[in-house]
């Protein structure tokens, strides 16, 4: 409704806009994050910990992590999960460039940063297996969000909330 409203001009010039965005954004040759340059800013920032990769299915989700200005590694986009029922195996994601990178440089730690779903859970454990020889890997931990109530959580969220408890510092 919001594009209906505007101008003709204005519609124009968004879709001029979006064509343009589709042209010039492609992806990191290391990581496969969205980047307008052959090489993206994290993976060109020196002041990133070159030594842990952080594993995420999209792009978004990088975004997301980056938000919280917690994890100062470096990423590595998969381009999806592995889904048999939509014809997404390994070799259709950026796995064998992971494995690879792990290989071939000092990485101390790959972090799987992967959603809990059926197939997050078949692409974490497929990744896992294929990096241990390498390197140490761990997952994040998954629970409850902020604000969330106990009696309204599915029973996999509060295994995995309890699966993930630490110590209180």
Aim: glycine share 8%.
């Amino acid at each position: 409704m919001h594009i209906i409203k505007r101008s003709e001009a204005e519609v124009q010039a968004l879709a001029q806009a979006l064509v343009e965005a589709k042209k010039q954004v492609g992806l990191c040759q290391v990581c496969f994050h969205l980047s307008a340059e052959p090489v993206c800013e994290i993976c060109r920032n020196t002041n990133r910990d070159n030594s842990s990769i952080c594993v995420v299915a999209d792009s978004r989700d990088v975004i997301a992590l980056e938000k919280t200005r917690e994890y100062r590694g470096k990423y590595h986009v998969l381009g999806g999960v592995i889904s048999p029922m939509e014809g997404i195996g390994p070799d259709q994601l950026h796995i064998q460039q992971l494995v690879q990178r792990v290989s071939q440089q000092r990485i101390q730690e790959v972090i799987l940063a992967i959603s809990p779903s059926v197939e997050g859970e078949t692409t974490t454990l497929y990744i896992g297996q294929l990096l241990k020889p390498f390197t140490k890997v761990t997952r994040i931990a998954f629970g409850l969000p902020m604000g969330g109530d106990l009696e309204y959580a599915d029973e996999v969220t509060l295994a995995r909330a309890l699966e993930g408890r630490r110590e209180l510092d």
